[in-house]
């Protein structure tokens, strides 16, 4: 079979039966051999039995979610192709012809874009249409390096077994986003085609929380990248704390009429320690999830994983805490040359803040190398998994193996008693043949003794 449409569905009474009729009117139209499944997600307004009559196929999905539904609906799709779009008949299943050719061409993913096909009036809420959607796909292609322009189009196709190979995991709305993002890191081929989206024939609210479901695809795209969510962000706040807190380590600055001193100086801390914790919380988050097969393999990431290993970590947060005592030495010195007395602040914070910073980083140093250490002992020491096909198939071999060396040695044992019986009836037929020869000299030896009687 060749496409399979997929329409998740959760009471949808109003509209299915249309979209199953459009679907089918498609094939007929253009001689596609295909399907139509309907993924229901525990549908009490009669949907599943609508659709049935129209000509669907109906697969239960107990998972509740958007992501789930359609997750189930691709599982149990038999054609090569699958496209997929709401039961809400927002989206013109008569004109998917574009996105079949698309995929006869090459592409492993096909996207809609809404805003190239166009938007007829009432079709999408103006906060979506203008700011959601604009500014969620922005950030993905920002994030993501991908081209698409329509992120969250609802009308898309794609080859079957790409998509399963992702093992896409969200159940929620922000299916939509991870589909989108795990196919560009996974260097699939992308394309995109303009589409048409028109008002939905229900009377009731849709399913999507505008906020809620907004704040999931975002909380995704942020998650998935570890490089604008920790490192960016980390490294920025790292520059600022460090030059800022360089400066006024030597004394205070000021800024026409504004003074920067001790109190900044702390500041300045808290952003060096900050941002020093976001670079390696981005660092392990990447680690993990390559080792996890969330985001794909990054050299750069592994280059460092393979030059930094625990003993250089611990020396380098060895030296760090070295150089934070050194300062709090010097400090306890300095409070010693008061007498233990009351110091001014301006001066003593100037050798305790920032011996303090160290010591704070050097611990962060120490404790994110031991944790890189456990990822590394954890990937080692899995053992490769066996494939139950690939063993069952090695057992046989193996007694195949048994029984062909048993044959062989049987016949060789066989084919040793036939040579021995083979030599012993040589030898008797020897010792008949010198026992004729030897009776017939006896009897010309009796012969001629009675001529020589006579």
Same mark, same amino acid.
């Given at each position: 079979?060749?496409?399979? %449409?997929?329409?998740?569905?959760?009471?949808?009474? *109003?509209?299915?039966?249309?979209?199953?009729?459009?679907?089918?009117?498609?094939?007929?139209?253009?001689?596609?051999?295909?399907?139509?499944?309907?993924?229901?997600?525990?549908?009490?307004?009669?949907?599943?039995?609508?659709?049935?009559?129209?000509? !669907?196929? %109906?697969?239960?999905?107990?998972? #509740?979610?958007?992501?789930?539904?359609?997750?189930?609906?691709?599982?149990?799709?038999?054609?090569?192709?699958? %496209? &997929?779009?709401?039961?809400?008949?927002?989206?013109?299943?008569?004109?998917?012809?574009?996105?079949?050719?698309?995929?006869?061409?090459?592409?492993?993913?096909?996207?809609?874009?809404?805003? #190239?096909?166009?938007?007829?009036?009432?079709? &999408?809420?103006? @906060?979506?249409?203008?700011?959601?959607?604009?500014?969620?796909?922005?950030?993905?292609?920002?994030?993501?390096?991908?081209?698409?322009?329509?992120?969250?189009?609802?009308?898309?196709?794609?080859?079957?077994?790409?998509?399963?190979?992702? *093992?896409?995991?969200?159940?929620?709305?922000?299916?939509?986003?991870?589909?989108?993002?795990?196919?560009?890191?996974?260097?699939?081929?992308?394309?995109?085609?303009?589409?048409?989206?028109?008002?939905?024939?229900?009377?009731?609210?849709?399913?999507?929380?505008?906020?809620?479901?907004?704040?999931?695809?975002?909380?995704?795209?942020?998650?998935?990248?570890?490089?604008?969510?920790?490192?960016?962000?980390?490294?920025?706040?790292?520059?600022?704390?460090?030059?800022?807190?360089?400066?006024?380590?030597?004394?205070?600055?000021?800024?026409?009429?504004?003074?920067?001193?001790?109190?900044?100086?702390?500041?300045?801390?808290?952003?060096?320690?900050?941002?020093?914790?976001?670079?390696?919380? !981005?660092?392990?988050?990447?680690?993990?999830?390559?080792?996890?097969?969330?985001?794909?393999?990054?050299?750069?990431?592994?280059?460092?994983?393979?030059?930094?290993?625990?003993?250089?970590?611990?020396?380098?947060?060895?030296?760090?805490?070295?150089?934070?005592?050194?300062?709090?030495?010097?400090?306890?010195?300095?409070?010693?040359?008061?007498?233990?007395?009351?110091?001014?602040?301006?001066?003593?914070?100037?050798?305790?803040?920032?011996?303090?910073?160290?010591?704070?980083?050097?611990?962060?140093?120490?404790?994110?190398?031991?944790?890189?250490?456990? @990822?590394?002992?954890?990937?080692?020491?899995?053992?490769?998994?066996?494939?139950? %096909?690939?063993?069952?198939?090695?057992?046989?071999?193996?007694?195949?193996?048994?029984?062909?060396?048993?044959? *062989?040695?049987? *016949?060789?044992?066989?084919?040793?008693?036939?040579?021995?019986?083979?030599?012993?009836?040589?030898?008797?037929?020897?010792?008949?043949?010198?026992?004729?020869?030897?009776?017939?000299?006896?009897?010309?030896?009796? !012969?001629?003794?009675?001529?020589?009687?006579?």
């Amino acid at each position: 079979m060749e496409l399979s %449409v997929v329409m998740p569905c959760l009471n949808e009474a *109003e509209t299915v039966e249309t979209c199953v009729r459009k679907a089918l009117g498609f094939f007929a139209e253009h001689g596609v051999d295909g399907e139509v499944i309907i993924a229901d997600n525990g549908s009490t307004d009669g949907s599943r039995q609508l659709a049935r009559d129209a000509g !669907a196929r %109906v697969v239960p999905v107990a998972a #509740k979610g958007y992501g789930n539904a359609l997750m189930g609906g691709i599982r149990a799709a038999r054609g090569t192709y699958v %496209v &997929m779009g709401d039961a809400d008949d927002s989206y013109d299943f008569t004109a998917l012809l574009p996105f079949l050719e698309q995929l006869r061409d090459g592409a492993d993913l096909v996207m809609g874009n809404r805003f #190239k096909g166009g938007i007829a009036p009432g079709a &999408m809420p103006p @906060l979506h249409k203008y700011l959601g959607n604009p500014v969620l796909s922005f950030v993905g292609r920002l994030f993501f390096g991908s081209k698409i322009g329509d992120f969250h189009c609802g009308l898309r196709a794609f080859r079957r077994d790409s998509i399963l190979r992702l *093992e896409l995991q969200t159940g929620g709305m922000e299916f939509a986003s991870e589909m989108v993002v795990r196919s560009t890191l996974a260097g699939y081929d992308i394309r995109e085609v303009p589409t048409t989206l028109s008002p939905d024939g229900r009377s009731r609210p849709p399913h999507l929380s505008t906020w809620r479901d907004g704040w999931r695809h975002l909380r995704f795209l942020c998650l998935y990248s570890p490089r604008w969510l920790f490192l960016i962000p980390g490294l920025l706040m790292m520059a600022i704390g460090l030059i800022a807190g360089i400066a006024l380590a030597a004394g205070p600055i000021r800024v026409g009429d504004v003074a920067f001193d001790v109190d900044t100086l702390v500041g300045a801390s808290a952003a060096l320690v900050i941002g020093f914790q976001a670079v390696l919380f !981005a660092l392990l988050t990447k680690v993990y999830a390559m080792e996890e097969g969330f985001l794909p393999h990054d050299k750069r990431v592994q280059r460092i994983i393979d030059n930094w290993s625990l003993e250089r970590g611990l020396v380098v947060g060895g030296l760090l805490a070295l150089a934070g005592l050194v300062g709090l030495v010097a400090s306890l010195s300095h409070w010693q040359v008061h007498s233990f007395g009351q110091l001014e602040p301006r001066h003593s914070l100037r050798l305790v803040v920032p011996s303090a910073t160290a010591l704070i980083m050097s611990f962060q140093m120490i404790f994110a190398s031991l944790f890189v250490s456990i @990822l590394a002992i954890r990937r080692r020491s899995h053992p490769p998994v066996t494939d139950a %096909v690939d063993e069952a198939a090695g057992v046989v071999d193996a007694a195949a193996d048994k029984v062909r060396s048993e044959s *062989e040695a049987e *016949e060789a044992a066989a084919s040793a008693r036939t040579d021995v019986e083979a030599a012993d009836d040589a030898e008797d037929t020897t010792a008949e043949a010198t026992s004729a020869e030897t009776v017939p000299a006896e009897a010309g030896a009796s !012969a001629e003794g009675a001529d020589k009687t006579v």
